[in-house]
């Protein structure tokens, strides 16, 4: 029957054809479509930070208790975000190199990591900031700050991992292990001012009952956290392509090395000959 046949095998193209997943888990296919979308999201990246700059700003209006001091909420809350973010993507990523051996989980884990940490410390700074009219102190110890500095040593301490192995595998393994022990951390940031008294306002954008924010400065917000999250997405990219170009010099060189060596082999086997040849009997 020709309509079977062709049912048949229009099942088996499409089981066979891979998922978008699959198609990324190709260094070389990735490396293609991130050249294609890095110039857009650059450019919406760009586009959204202007606009939030300019609302956040210009637009905004102050505070009635807090005043213009206010506005370093732009940058911090979009910036803590992140950070958050940032470590979760790790923890994903994590499981794809210990579960599913992704090839590239590893490399996006990597790359992702300096990028929390400077977002942490930019919300770890602006909250600093921030906290020295309100509360009167550049620092407290409660447990939202206590539990973002905590992260910010995190990263710090995985970057410092990958770079005391050489092999790339090895270290990929142990830092996945590491990332999702400490991912234990992230809940407790989140709800660390629900679960104790902190001077740390509580969350007023992401709430059951909707946000507690004036729309006037709520979207200025939003906008800067979209910005912010579109350039994350720019700049993790560029350094996962980074990452790929380096470990395929340093696989190159490994390869290179390893055919020399016999080379160099035989030549030193050789030589002690050639001299005893050349020197005649004595």
Not at 186 to 203: E, G, M, R, Y
Not at 222 to 233: D, E, N, Q, R, W
Request: glycine share 6%; proline share 6%; net charge positive.
């Amino acid at each position: 029957m020709p309509t079977t046949k062709a049912t048949a095998g229009t099942a088996g193209e499409s089981a066979a054809k891979p998922t978008i997943i699959g198609q990324l888990a190709n260094p070389t296919r990735f490396l293609s479509l991130t050249e294609a979308v890095l110039p857009w999201l650059i450019s919406l990246a760009a586009a959204c930070l202007a606009v939030g700059v300019y609302l956040a700003f210009f637009v905004a209006p102050a505070d009635y208790q807090q005043g213009d001091s206010v506005r370093i909420m732009f940058i911090h809350v979009p910036a803590a975000w992140l950070a958050m973010f940032c470590y979760s993507l790790m923890a994903v990523a994590a499981l794809g190199t210990l579960v599913w051996r992704h090839p590239l989980a590893d490399v996006a884990a990597k790359a992702a990591a300096p990028l929390g940490a400077a977002f942490t410390l930019l919300a770890l700074f602006t909250g600093s900031v921030w906290g020295k009219p309100m509360w009167g102190t550049w620092w407290v110890w409660d447990a939202r700050l206590t539990s973002v500095l905590v992260l910010f040593i995190m990263y710090l301490g995985l970057i410092a991992l990958w770079r005391s192995f050489d092999d790339p595998g090895r270290a990929g393994r142990v830092a996945a292990i590491l990332t999702l022990v400490g991912f234990i951390n992230i809940p407790i940031i989140k709800f660390s001012v629900d679960w104790w008294n902190t001077l740390h306002q509580p969350a007023s954008v992401v709430r059951l009952d909707g946000p507690t924010i004036h729309p006037t400065m709520l979207w200025p917000l939003l906008i800067m956290a979209v910005g912010f999250t579109l350039s994350f997405m720019a700049l993790h990219f560029g350094a996962m392509r980074a990452e790929i170009f380096r470990r395929r010099v340093r696989t190159a060189q490994i390869m290179i090395a390893q055919q020399r060596a016999p080379a160099a082999a035989s030549a030193s086997a050789v030589t002690p000959v050639a001299e005893s040849a050349v020197s005649g009997p004595r």
